[in-house]
């Protein structure tokens, strides 16, 4: 666990998993050993269909609620198959990924798009989880700060700094996504570190508070090695959040 004051966030991102039968065998695993101390928090991002559900098995605040996306559109209208903010909102979502990396390269999302929906996120009041991270052709070829970097500004640079006071950021390496691979802890740091120094150039109290979330490939195993890190905040979770002893091995390694 991290020195700092910022209670560390253990989000899972269940992607296009899930049944109503499977998602309450795993919520009630959850809660079995989840504990309500606040010093971890952990977070479940279901599928858009199963949101509410899943708000009703999590109804007694141990575990927040968030959603995986949302659109850039704030107002209702005719945008088929588009889920605002606030309909997010309506169903009990406290948090909302976005940019995350399979957004980006398979549906083509740009940076400028994922500041919109930051901005839109924020504007119906929840907390963006922005994600950002480098393929492994741009780590290969040394341009992992020059990526992230670029991801980081333009949301900074479309949402100014007192945005990132109610944000939390992800480092999300893709060549560890689904992969196998993951970042040792002292890479991972490396960009971790470097993400907050850019925030800290703003503003540094803001910078201080940040909570930034390592994911890729996080198991039980390593969770305990990154989360020593002193700028790794907790972990963004895919394959190991979708059972609830591989999870809460994570969470576990959190709360040492």
């Known amino acids: 666990m991290t020195e700092s004051s910022r209670n560390l966030l253990i989000a899972g991102n269940w992607k296009l ?7 309450r065998d795993l919520v009630a695993g959850l ?3 989840v504990s309500g101390d606040g010093e971890v928090e952990m977070l479940v991002c279901p599928p858009y269909v199963y949101l509410e559900q899943v708000a009703t098995l999590i109804s007694g605040g141990l ?3 968030g959603a995986q996306d949302l659109s850039v559109e704030s107002v209702p209208g005719a945008f088929t198959g588009e889920v605002a903010g606030t309909m997010l909102s309506d169903v009990g979502c406290d948090y909302v990924i976005v940019g ?3 957004r980006r390269v398979l549906y083509g999302e740009t940076d400028a798009f994922v500041a919109r929906k930051f901005c839109a996120a924020q504007r119906q009041s929840l907390i963006p989880i922005l994600c950002v991270g480098e393929s492994q052709e741009e780590r290969e070829t040394g341009r992992t700060e020059e990526v992230v970097r670029r991801q980081v500004e333009t949301v900074l640079d479309e949402a100014g700094i007192d945005a990132f006071d109610n944000a939390v950021l992800a480092y999300e390496p893709i060549w560890a996504i689904g992969t196998g691979l993951t970042a040792s802890p002292d890479q991972a740091q490396e960009v971790h570190s470097l993400i907050r120094a850019m925030v800290s150039a703003r503003d540094a109290t803001i910078a201080a508070g940040l909570r930034i979330l390592y994911g890729g490939s996080v198991k039980g195993a390593n969770a305990r090695d990154l989360f020593g890190m002193d700028d790794i905040d907790g972990g963004l979770v895919g394959g190991a ?4 002893q591989d ?3 994570i969470y576990s390694a959190a709360q040492d």
């Not at 998993?17 to 998602?23: A, I, L, M, T």
Request: net charge negative.
């Open 17 to 23: 998993n899930g049944s109503k039968d499977r998602n």
């Open 247 to 249: 999870f809460l091995a």
């Open 100 to 102: 995350h990396s399979e």
């Open 31 to 33: 809660l079995e050993g």
């Open 241 to 244: 959040s979708l059972t609830a």
């Open 63 to 65: 575990i927040a609620l």
